[in-house]
C-alpha cells in the first residue's frame, strides 16, 4: 500500500511533466523532471501533479464508500477504503511539518504542499494545514462507512501495515526495484 501509495503520487508528478510537453525520470521516492519549459507556472503544475494525483484517488474511493453499502464489507469495498486512504497523507505531511516547525522553528521548504504555497507567494502552511484538515476529515469518514467492527482493526492494521510497507519500500524494495 505504501508502495502504491508513493509511486502513484509520483507517477502524477510524471504525468504533470509529460502535460508540460517535458518528461520525467521515475525514482522510488521521487521524480525528476526533465527538459520542463522555464518558469514558475510550469514548475507548480509539475509539483502540483504527485499531491492532485494523491487526493483525486482518495477522494474516488471516499465517493466509492459513500455509494456502497455502510453495514457490509465485501472484499471489493477493501479496494475503496484503500483508495480512499490515500488522503492519510495530507494528515501525516501536516504532522511532520509541525514537528519539522517544533525542531527546528522553520516551516517546512521541502513537500509538494510547502513548496506550491511558496511558488504561490501564500503563507508555506496555507496549503498544507486546509489538506491536512480535510484529510482528517476523510479518514473520519472512512470509519464511519465501514462496519463498526472493522474499525479497530482497520486503524490498527492500517497503520501498522503502513509503517512497515513505508520502511520496506523505502529501505529495502524500492531502492532495488527503481532508481
Ligand atoms: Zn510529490
Redesign the pocket.
Known sequence: MAAIGTVS??L??VAADYAVGGSAVLHYA??TPVGIPDGDFYRGIT?AG??LQTVLTGSLGLLALWWLPRTEMPPKKWLAVLAAAFWSREPFNMLAGFAFYARTGHSPTRG?EYRLATMLDLNPWALQIPLGLLGIAACTLILFWIPKDWRLPLIVGGTAANVFGFAMWMGVLGPALLP
Do not use: L, M, R, Y
Open positions: 503520487h509520483e502524477g508528478h521521487s521524480a509539483v504527485g499531491p509538494d
